[in-house]
């Protein structure tokens, strides 16, 4: 069983930045597709940054590119996410989640999920 515990929220004023931490159980993390997801009040659940096993490929959505950075550091078995410029259209629960396929953008692609940590961006 795959255990993905987020940190790292918080709350932040309009061009601060944060940076959010998931830690990912077991052994095979390298093997993963990883993936941030948020999820804003009254809203869908929606796509953040994507990042490959093997690190060949990364995606960004619109929103964020050039402001949001996702990383992964393979040894300590941890996904991150750097957010600069934050805008108050930001605020929401950020998800980390793990994939056993290619890099997808479709949150139904992704079978493990952690609990998620709340990011709010004040104006």
């Known amino acids: 069983q795959v255990q993905l515990v987020e940190s790292g929220g918080g709350l932040v004023q309009t061009g601060g930045s944060l940076r959010l931490s998931c830690a990912v159980s077991?052994?095979?993390?390298?093997?993963?597709?990883m993936g941030w997801f948020r999820q804003a009040p009254g809203k869908e659940r929606e796509f953040v940054a994507a990042?490959?096993?093997?690190?060949?490929?990364?995606s960004y959505a619109d929103s964020v590119k050039g402001r949001f950075t996702i990383s992964r550091d393979n040894a300590k078995n941890t996904l991150y996410l750097q957010m600069n410029s934050l805008k108050p259209e930001d605020t929401a629960m950020y998800y980390c989640?793990?994939?056993?396929?290619?890099?997808?953008?479709?949150?139904?692609?992704?079978?493990?999920w952690g609990q998620g940590t709340q990011v709010t961006v004040s104006s």
């Open positions: 989640a793990a994939s056993e396929g290619l890099l997808s953008k479709d949150r139904s692609d992704y079978r493990f």
């Open positions: 077991g052994r095979r993390f390298s093997s993963y597709t």
């Open positions: 990042r490959s096993r093997i690190d060949i490929m990364i």
